[in-house]
């Protein structure tokens, strides 16, 4: 199993053009999830899918469109990139709620955008 | 506010030192508890969690985190340092009522040094 899978690992892009990250996971997992890494401040989740066809905000979810394509796959959209969006970003999904691996997140290798 | 507090974003402890990495979390009601670790240009990895089973929770690498409710606490611990165990952890947290969404601390970078 690869486990989670991000594309691309590295990215440069200008203010105001656009990209999308890809996101795949093996594991059979309902729940995906993006997030941005930014140093000093930890994780912050930009937004969820609790299964196939739902999608949901998190803490961060400005200027960020997604897009959850079947079960395995759920990219993240940045419509017009700003300088505030040079981030590194990490894609994850969840083991399902109940059993001994309930709860758990596994994350991708994450994809580093520099937006200048 | 739902938040989760790490002590000290650097901490740098000598090889075959203790390691203590602190996490304070603000509920009143226990939530599920994680550490994470990241090792350079790397994705996180789970090193531990505590889900009520038992205070005293055993990871990977030798680690160790204690949940104490008394003191909203869940540090991380392992008591010898490997140069190996330099990376960035993270606690995160669950807070029980909401779907599956973790809250992260800001991380603890340790250096280890010979």
């Known amino acids: 199993n690869a486990g989670v899978t991000q594309t691309p690992k590295f990215q440069v892009l200008k203010t105001g053009q656009s990209m999308t990250l890809q996101c795949a996971q093996d594991?059979?997992?309902?729940?995906m999830y993006w997030y941005r890494q930014d140093p000093g401040m930890g994780l912050r989740l930009i937004y969820y899918s609790a299964s196939e066809g739902t999608t949901d905000k998190g803490e961060v979810p400005n200027g960020y469109n997604v897009s959850r394509l079947n079960k395995r796959e759920f990219s993240l959209r940045l419509e017009s990139a700003a300088p505030s969006q040079t981030s590194v970003y990490f894609c994850?999904?969840?083991?399902?709620?109940?059993?001994?691996?309930?709860?758990?997140?596994?994350f991708g290798p994450g994809t580093r955008l520099t937006v200048l | 506010a739902q938040s989760v507090t790490q002590l000290g974003s650097h901490v740098s402890v000598s090889e075959g030192a203790l390691v203590l990495l602190r996490c304070n979390y603000s509920s009143s009601v226990p939530p599920y508890l994680f550490w994470y670790v990241q090792y350079p240009n790397q994705g996180l990895q789970l090193l531990l969690k505590y889900t009520s089973a038992a205070t005293l929770v055993k990871g990977i690498n030798g680690f160790e985190a204690e949940f104490k409710k008394s003191e909203t606490s869940f540090h991380l611990t392992k008591p010898s340092a490997h140069m190996s165990d330099a990376a960035e952890y993270f606690c995160a947290v669950r807070f029980s009522g909401g779907y599956n969404k973790l809250i992260f601390g800001a991380g603890t970078r340790l250096a280890v040094h010979p």
């Open positions: 594991m059979n997992h309902n729940s």
């Open positions: 994850a999904s969840s083991a399902p709620t109940s059993g001994l691996y309930a709860d758990t997140q596994y």
